[in-house]
């Protein structure tokens, strides 16, 4: 019988030095996925995914830039989403965290392979041109992974102190698991830094971020507008969920009002990948989460919200080890150890 599975795709900031020849390494024959984002970029006189990929040595300059990590990230995770057992998951739902929204989309047939190439090509380029500000991470659980309401509390604090601060731009831009991911402009991230207690990791500013999902991003709404049609939107094969944890289910949504959401909500309001997450694991009720490459920084978040959910009683970051031992409720296709049992 098959198991049901909920598939999330990851966001910007997955394809780090550790990926260099993912899709070499794991896709070398998948050239169907990898020649239709190549020929996209192609066509752009812009550097294809698979000269990136095979780059002698990474480069943050190059392959963490808007422009080319979109592109990249998104062959990597729909090569894996191709390479899926369908013999053995069958794939109740899907969402993602930020960017990962463009590669539901793709994922859940709402547009198609070389349609979701081009959006994700587009948007990439319009935040590496006009992307302001920047974004920095901190954490509000503890080391068992569990939510710790005095930060909770003190983030609440800060976000009060930033509006009425004239001289700052602060919001949430991603509630990311046991993580709160700030928008903030320049002055606001400097703020931030000083305000922020620090420990060993945190608070962590990103690099080659933009303010993603916050007002300072308005301006980018029409440009995306211009550069995305309406008409590339279908009606869908499988249930989207996105980051306002609102259900897009096939052939039950026009297309004007998820191109008005993608391209609206979507970059100017903050984006609850949290509660994505809990929202698909309690309406779909799958046995196993599949964590899409590239990258394994997604699978913690993706706990830790099930973990504030007490989704099938999990109720800790050791409960979760424990759990994995014997039959993984995650499995994290970034991870050699774990990917192979998402195929065939």
């Given amino acids: 019988m098959k198991k049901r599975a909920l598939v999330v795709c990851p966001g910007r900031g997955t394809y780090n030095?550790?990926?260099?020849?993912?899709?070499?390494?794991?896709?070398?024959?998948?050239?169907?996925?990898?020649?239709?984002?190549?020929a996209i970029r192609t066509e752009l006189g812009q550097v294809t995914v698979s000269q990136l990929d095979n780059a002698a040595k990474y480069a943050p300059s190059v392959h963490m830039t808007g422009d080319n990590?979109?592109?990249?990230?998104?062959?990597?995770?729909?090569?894996?989403?191709?390479?899926?057992?369908?013999?053995?998951?069958?794939?109740?739902?899907?969402?993602?965290?930020?960017?990962?929204?463009?590669?539901?989309?793709?994922?859940?047939?709402?547009?198609?392979?070389?349609?979701?190439?081009?959006?994700?090509?587009?948007?990439?380029?319009?935040?590496h041109q006009h992307g302001t500000g920047g974004q920095i991470v901190w954490s509000v659980v503890d080391d068992n992974w569990n939510m710790r309401p005095d930060k909770i509390l003190f983030v609440n604090y800060l976000l009060a102190e930033a509006r009425i601060n004239s001289e700052i731009r602060v919001d949430i831009s991603i509630r990311l698991g046991g993580m709160i991911v700030f928008a903030a402009d320049e002055a606001g991230l400097k703020w931030l830094t000083e305000r922020l207690p620090k420990d060993d990791r945190f608070p962590l500013k990103l690099m080659h971020h933009a303010a993603f999902h916050s007002p300072l991003l308005n301006h980018v709404v029409p440009m995306a507008r211009a550069s995305n049609l309406v008409g590339d939107f279908a009606a869908g094969d499988i249930p989207a969920i996105?980051?306002?944890?609102?259900?897009?289910?096939?052939?039950?949504?026009?297309?004007e009002a998820i191109y008005d959401y993608t391209f609206g909500a979507q970059l100017t309001e903050s984006y609850d990948f949290t509660r994505a997450v809990q929202v698909a694991a309690a309406e779909f009720a799958p046995e196993t989460i599949i964590v899409l490459g590239p990258g394994t920084t997604l699978g913690?978040?993706?706990?830790?919200?099930?973990?504030?959910?007490?989704?099938?009683?999990?109720?800790?970051?050791?409960?979760?080890?424990?759990?994995?031992?014997?039959d993984p409720i995650l499995i994290s296709m970034g991870m050699a150890e774990q990917r192979a049992l998402a195929l065939s």
């Fill in 17 to 38: 030095a550790a990926e260099l020849g993912y899709l070499k390494t794991h896709h070398a024959a998948r050239q169907d996925v990898i020649a239709t984002v190549d």
């Fill in 69 to 127: 990590a979109s592109a990249l990230i998104y062959a990597c995770a729909m090569a894996d989403f191709a390479a899926i057992d369908r013999e053995r998951y069958e794939i109740v739902a899907v969402t993602g965290n930020s960017m990962g929204w463009y590669l539901a989309l793709a994922c859940a047939g709402i547009v198609d392979l070389a349609e979701g190439a081009r959006l994700v090509n587009n948007m990439g380029g319009i935040m």
């Fill in 242 to 255: 996105d980051g306002q944890g609102r259900i897009w289910s096939p052939r039950a949504f026009s297309r």
């Fill in 300 to 326: 913690a978040p993706t706990v830790q919200a099930l973990i504030a959910s007490g989704w099938r009683g999990l109720s800790s970051k050791a409960d979760f080890q424990a759990r994995q031992q014997n």
